[in-house]
């Protein structure tokens, strides 16, 4: 597995790591027996970065991982967290109290006494350009409750703002063949910054894995099937805010530009994953795993021995073509 230094924490990362939303069952049941695999499974493929959030699964998700490291010690796995959802969003919630109290409690759901990192979890957009949110982050830093703090991001707007602020360590962004716009101006200030970038949603909800057609059902509890419209939260979150159908053309199309690029050595969910973690400034992509079998193949794609610099500009015709006026400008 490639390793990656994670931005200003200086740490070094797996470039593959692990999403755990799915292992809250926010969207669909995994038991505690498929969240331990599935972590299992990651560790032993080289996975070292795992990502989760206060309110994945009301904190079971980081139970999962805690319960996980008490049985793995001194292996070198980073977890991120995540926190601020907790509370209606707005900019008065986001007070030194509040994160406080945020992160105790995932202290306490990790079994740790300082968290490796904690990110704001996409705050309402003047949460960025508050210099009270920074200096209440600086002060979680000096009390030692946390050694290190990024944000996660719906925008690009929203991730320069963060990137410019000297102690950000990390920015977590969408970013996959289906999401191209921060490879314009916030990869560059970032890898300029030396803050690191955290590729979320890589297969755009799965749809880049080829796997998905018309006639695919979600569970009604997946977020693939509620959300579409927005309705629950940012709807950038789920198929990367493109269109189911549009989606599935374009999808084909990238199946069909992975087989030709890479032949049979990449399915075209490690094709896209591979792709991801390659574009300069990146520090890790975090794919989520339901099944062991998912999770090993995930992990495949940061081999780096076996990958050669992925294709760009046919990644660049299919967004340009299909994918662009639906997200471009909203994100």
Same mark, same amino acid.
């Given at each position: ?19 755990? =939303?799915?292992?809250?069952?926010? =969207? ?15 560790? +032993? ?63 306490? #759901? ?15 957009? @003047? ?17 030692? @409750? ?13 991730? *320069? ?11 977590? /962004? /969408? ?27 890589? *297969? ?22 509620? #959300?579409?419209? $927005? ?5 950038? +979150? ?24 890479? $032949? ?12 991801? =973690?390659?574009?300069? $400034? ?42 662009? +006026?639906?997200?471009?400008?909203? =994100?």
């Amino acid at each position: 597995m490639e390793q990656q230094v994670l931005g200003r924490t200086g740490r070094l990362v797996s470039a593959v790591g692990l999403g755990t =939303w799915q292992l809250g069952a926010d =969207w669909g049941e995994v038991s505690e027996a498929d969240a331990r695999a599935v972590l299992e499974a990651s560790l +032993e493929a080289g996975v070292t970065f795992f990502d989760t959030a206060d309110v994945y699964g009301d904190g079971r998700s980081e139970q999962a991982i805690g319960a996980f490291l008490k049985d793995h010690p001194d292996t070198g796995i980073t977890v991120a967290t995540k926190m601020g959802r907790r509370m209606d969003q707005v900019p008065e919630n986001y007070v030194l109290q509040h994160f406080r109290e945020w992160t105790d409690r995932s202290r306490r #759901n990790l079994g740790v006494d300082r968290l490796d990192l904690v990110q704001l979890h996409c705050p309402p957009t @003047a949460v960025y350009s508050s210099d009270a949110v920074y200096d209440a982050l600086d002060q979680l830093v000096s009390d030692g @409750a946390v050694a290190a703090y990024g944000v996660s991001v719906e925008k690009s707007s929203e991730a *320069l703002e963060a990137i410019a602020r000297p102690n950000v360590a990390t920015v977590q /962004i /969408i970013l996959n063949a289906f999401r191209l716009k921060p490879l314009e101006e916030v990869l560059p200030a970032a890898s300029s910054a030396g803050v690191g970038i955290i590729a979320r949603v890589p *297969l755009a909800s799965g749809l880049l894995s080829g796997r998905y057609t018309k006639e695919t059902v979600f569970a009604e509890n997946d977020h693939r099937t509620f #959300n579409r419209d $927005g309705a629950a939260f940012d709807v950038g +979150e789920t198929f990367s805010g493109v269109p189911y159908e549009v989606g599935l053309e374009a999808a084909s199309r990238f199946t069909e530009l992975a087989r030709d690029r890479v $032949g049979d050595s990449l399915t075209p969910a490690q094709a896209a994953i591979a792709w991801a =973690w390659q574009r300069p $400034g990146v520090s890790s992509v975090i794919p989520g795993a339901r099944n062991v079998e998912q999770a090993r193949a995930n992990a495949a794609a940061g081999d780096a021995a076996t990958l050669g610099p992925l294709f760009m500009s046919g990644v660049r015709e299919i967004y340009e073509e299909m994918i662009k +006026e639906h997200v471009h400008d909203k =994100w």
